[in-house]
T-cell receptor
Framework: DGGITQSPKYLFRKEGQNVTLSCEQN?????MYWYRQDPGQGLRLIYY???????QKGDIAEGYSVSREKKESFPLTVTSAQKNPTAFYLC??????????????FGPGTRLTVL | GESVGLHLPTLSVQEGDNSIINCAYS??????FIWYKQESGKGPQFIID?????DKRQGQRVTVLLNKTVKHLSLQIAATQPGDSAVYFC??????????FGKGTRLHILP
């Protein structure tokens, strides 16, 4: 059963702690993405990776870090430097096409709440 | 600012009627557009896409229209059902590996 999984679904963190969100895909997709979604808002790109061992900052990378050691996995760490981390975090993956067309498939999301 | 946006944040439609959700984009270089549906607490789901060399594409109960002259995209849902209640996002791909999302329109289905 192919797809993208994110864990955990709900995550609570104390202020000042780092936390890592998991994202795994078995679609054999090259590219993976992390987005943040705030209530009533669209998706904002945090980081993305087009290939293993390489990643780029998105529009709101400050306070976040990622790694891409394996094609299937793209974990996101929310650091204590992120001033307003409470949000819904979405991971996505896509095939990188030569023509740039880029249908992204999304995971179910992780809701992070900072207490 | 955002290059993709929606004209109305909330749309209420009678069950059985057709729904039309609009989207404006500003990047002339965008050549691929996607509509996503997001139900509460879930990730967005792909609905339909369209490439810039087309002006209309139909799926099952959904139609996407693209007007490149005025940079306008719309999603039409025929015979709206309670299960269509969700937030709908348009997104554009300006030719690289990123997608730019609009803020979304919430669709309410009235009984």
């Amino acid at each position: 059963d192919g797809g993208i999984t994110q864990s955990p679904k709900y995550l609570f963190r104390k202020e000042g702690q780092n936390v890592t969100l998991s994202c795994e895909q078995n679609l054999n997709h090259d590219a993976m993405y992390w987005y943040r979604q705030d209530p009533g808002q669209g998706l904002r790109l945090i980081y993305y990776s087009q290939i293993v061992n390489d990643f780029q900052k998105g529009d709101i990378a400050e306070g976040y870090s990622v790694s891409r050691e394996k094609k299937e996995s793209f974990p996101l760490t929310v650091t204590s430097a992120q001033k307003n981390p409470t949000a819904f975090y979405l991971c996505a993956s896509s095939i990188v096409s030569a023509r740039g067309y880029n249908e992204q498939f999304f995971g179910p999301g992780t809701r992070l709440t900072v207490l | 600012g955002e290059s993709v946006g929606l004209h109305l944040p909330t749309l209420s439609v009678q069950e059985g009627d057709n729904s039309i959700i609009n989207c404006a984009y500003s990047n002339s270089a965008s050549d691929y557009f996607i509509w996503y549906k997001q139900e509460s607490g879930k990730g967005p789901q792909f609905i339909i896409d369209i490439r810039s060399n087309m002006d209309k594409r139909q799926g099952q109960r959904v139609t996407v229209l693209l007007n490149k002259t005025v940079k306008h995209l719309s999603l039409q849902i025929a015979a709206t059902q309670p299960g269509d209640s969700a937030v709908y996002f348009c997104a554009e791909n300006p030719g690289d590996d990123k997608i730019i999302f609009g803020k979304g329109t919430r669709l309410h289905i009235l009984p």
